[in-house]
């Protein structure tokens, strides 16, 4: 294929191709003129092997540009990951603080801000979820294809290894992922018309981003201390609750770690893209 992209290319520079050579050749051979047969000869190996190193250089070029392609996407992909993963710690920072606030109140008694509406408006929003899951859409394109040696530089394509393959977050998906049970519990106790309300006035998504508002329930002050006591007094609420809150407090740790991963890896895809570009055409 290289000696065919060799010839093309000797065409493309001007010198002769293969059958005016040999006709050339043929010629100079019947005329004995050797002299003449050495010259078209020499220019024969000469177009060859520029032809080959066009190829070469085209292939690595191509290459190159292939490789930035990735590199970019890669970033992209970490970008996103950090973007997601930071707005899933802060959502969850903000159930921890109900969660805190619901356990407060079954253990001792306390109302959240000294309120029974807002004390019930604690015990549900405990219960939202917001799982969490890594972006790896280029690295997983590029392991597939078997090509992970587009990216040179060894010490990244072993950083990005233990990100995508090997790192606590992929170990931690069950933290995540997991679907507390007390999301099931605290939900079949509080009345389907507070839900609704909580739902329309008390929660917002916006392209995918939950945030939790501060609202004030439909519900009188007496009305909810019957609520809270059937909530405190059940068993599978209350330590479904401390368990899903100790687990959200854990992955929230758990992506500090990611983040501080990704901050280095995003430093690293951009100094190789910089080298990339500065030895670009």
């Known amino acids: 294929s290289r000696v065919r992209h060799g010839r093309q290319a000797a065409f493309r520079t001007g010198l002769p191709t293969s059958r005016v050579l040999l006709r050339r050749i043929t010629h ?8 003449a047969v050495f010259v078209d000869f020499v220019i024969v190996v000469v177009g060859v092997y520029v032809g080959i190193e066009v190829s070469n250089w085209n292939e690595a070029r191509q290459e190159d540009a292939r490789a930035q392609y990735f590199l970019e996407r890669i970033g992209h992909d970490l970008t996103n990951d950090r973007a997601q993963a930071t707005s899933k710690q802060q959502f969850w920072g903000d159930v921890v603080e109900y969660g805190q606030a619901a356990i407060a109140h079954a253990e001792k008694g306390e109302l959240y801000k000294g309120s029974t509406r807002q004390t019930v408006l ?6 939202q979820v917001n799982p ?4 790896s859409t280029a690295y997983d394109e590029l392991r597939t294809a078997g090509e992970l040696s587009l990216i040179r530089n060894p010490a990244l394509r072993t950083r990005l290894a233990e990100y995508y393959v090997n790192a606590t977050s992929l170990q931690a998906q069950h933290l995540f992922q997991y679907l507390p049970k007390y999301r099931e519990y605290v939900r079949g ?3 389907h018309d507070i839900q609704r309300y909580i739902w329309d006035n008390c929660h917002s ?11 004030e329930l439909p519900m009188s002050e007496d009305e909810g201390s019957v609520l809270l006591d059937a909530l405190s007094v059940d068993a599978g609420v209350v330590h479904g609750l401390r ?3 100790a687990n959200l407090i854990v992955a929230s740790k758990v992506i500090d770690d990611n983040l501080e991963q990704t901050d280095q890896l995003l430093e690293l895809v951009d100094r190789s893209l910089g080298k990339a570009k500065a030895a670009g055409p």
Request: hydrophobic share 45%; net charge negative; proline share 3%.
């Open 28 to 35: 100079h051979v019947v005329n004995e003129n050797w002299f």
């Open 122 to 127: 604690a015990y549900y929003q405990a219960s």
């Open 132 to 135: 969490y899951a890594a972006v």
């Open 189 to 191: 106790r509080i009345p």
């Open 205 to 215: 998504t916006d392209r995918g981003n939950q945030t939790l508002l501060d609202c």
């Open 243 to 245: 368990f899903w809150i």
